[in-house]
């Protein structure tokens, strides 16, 4: 496993863009696909964005394809997530997490390592 610790949420209007960063604890991250989820009040968590070890390999939700990227730093064992254009319905508490297999990142919500989670709100 992996400890993994958000920044960068906050308050932003509508339209807005924030940039969340995810700094990892193993010099290994490289191995590990990395992804964000999120998680908004009364409802399930939710794949957001993934991205493969090397960085060659990318997936989004339909709900923020186009809106998100995300991408790595392995130098620097981070991974961030650039929100733009961002609407009302991205406020959540964002997740990133971590695993060896890709396909447990893009295709289900347990992925190995969690961090705590960092508020997004998005006014209208």
């Known amino acids: 496993q992996v400890q993994l610790v958000e920044s960068g949420g906050g308050l932003v209007q509508a339209g807005g863009s924030l940039r969340l960063s995810c700094a990892a604890s193993r010099r290994t991250f490289s191995y590990y696909a990395s992804g964000w989820f999120r998680q908004a009040p009364g409802k399930e968590r939710e794949f957001v964005a993934a991205?493969?070890?090397?960085?060659?390999?990318?997936y989004y939700a339909d709900a923020v394809k186009g809106r998100f990227t995300i991408s790595r730093d392995n130098a620097k064992n981070t991974v961030y997530l650039q929100m733009n254009s961002l609407k009302p319905e991205d406020t959540a508490v964002y997740y990133c997490a971590a695993d060896l297999n890709i396909r447990t990142v893009v295709e289900t919500t347990t992925p190995s390592s969690w961090g705590q989670g960092t508020q997004v709100i998005v006014s209208s």
């Open positions: 991205i493969s070890g090397s960085g060659g390999s990318t």
